[in-house]
């Protein structure tokens, strides 16, 4: 089965780029995902990449997608401090998501 | 829409008792999801239904049991509650069309807090 693996923690500054990086196993995901928990909430979708993609862009977020090493990363331009949350990347094939543990941002001013 | 709601917010059991935790979506999903996530961890599947009458074991099942009469409801029942059950529980529904398709966002519901002592 799917595994997911990624980074416990990154603490960045203000303004500074975040990148999340995320290492999974089962190459027949046909999408792969970074969802977003905010503190005592549910997972919210951030954005995803379909598997035949290398790179996908959505205003401050880019998502870079390694096939071969098997690679995931999101990265955040000009963080903010209302991007702290967990960040969970995710992928599988349809209905059966495995998360990574998440990865908590963590934004000083 | 309320998207998918959960009841209850919060709950505290003895050991030995049991519960159902609720989950409902307005959103005609066909697929629905039960998650356990314990501190500083990632979420683990529990059950997840394919539709309404069809259920199947997630990756940590045990101590559960699940049905799902309904393409709203998909209630999770704990029978014999222990304390390695405290956790935050998400319900989330998708749809997943038949074959490939628009992205199968998960949406989720807000969580129930359970302590078991």
Not at chain 1, 42 to 61: A, C, E, P, V, W
Not at chain 1, 92 to 104: C, P, R
């Amino acid at each position: 089965g799917e595994d997911v693996e990624q980074s416990l923690f990154l603490s960045v500054r203000e303004g500074d780029s975040s990148v999340i990086n995320c290492t999974y196993t089962d190459s027949s995901s046909t999408y792969l995902y970074w969802y977003k928990q905010e503190p005592g909430a549910g997972l919210q979708l951030l954005t995803y990449i379909f598997s035949n993609m290398d790179m996908k862009q959505d205003q401050r977020l880019t998502v870079l997608l390694n096939k071969k090493d098997k690679h995931l990363s999101l990265r955040i331009a000009d963080t903010q401090t209302g991007d702290s949350a967990i960040y969970f990347c995710g992928g599988g094939s349809q209905g059966n998501l495995i998360f990574g543990k998440g990865t908590k941002l963590s934004v000083k001013p | 829409n309320a998207g998918v709601t959960q009841t209850p917010k919060f709950r505290i059991l003895k050991i030995g008792q049991s519960m159902t935790l609720q989950c409902a979506q307005d959103m005609n999903h066909n697929y629905m999801y039960w998650y356990r996530q314990d501190p500083g961890m990632g979420l683990k599947l529990i059950y997840y239904s394919v539709g309404a009458g069809i259920t199947d074991k997630g990756e940590v099942p045990n101590g559960y049991n699940v049905s799902r009469s309904t393409t709203e409801d998909f209630p999770l029942r704990l029978e014999l509650a222990a304390p390695s059950q405290t956790s935050v529980y998400f319900c989330a529904s998708s749809y997943s069309p038949l074959a490939g398709g628009p992205v199968e966002e998960q949406f989720f519901g807000p969580g129930t807090r359970l302590t078991v002592l």
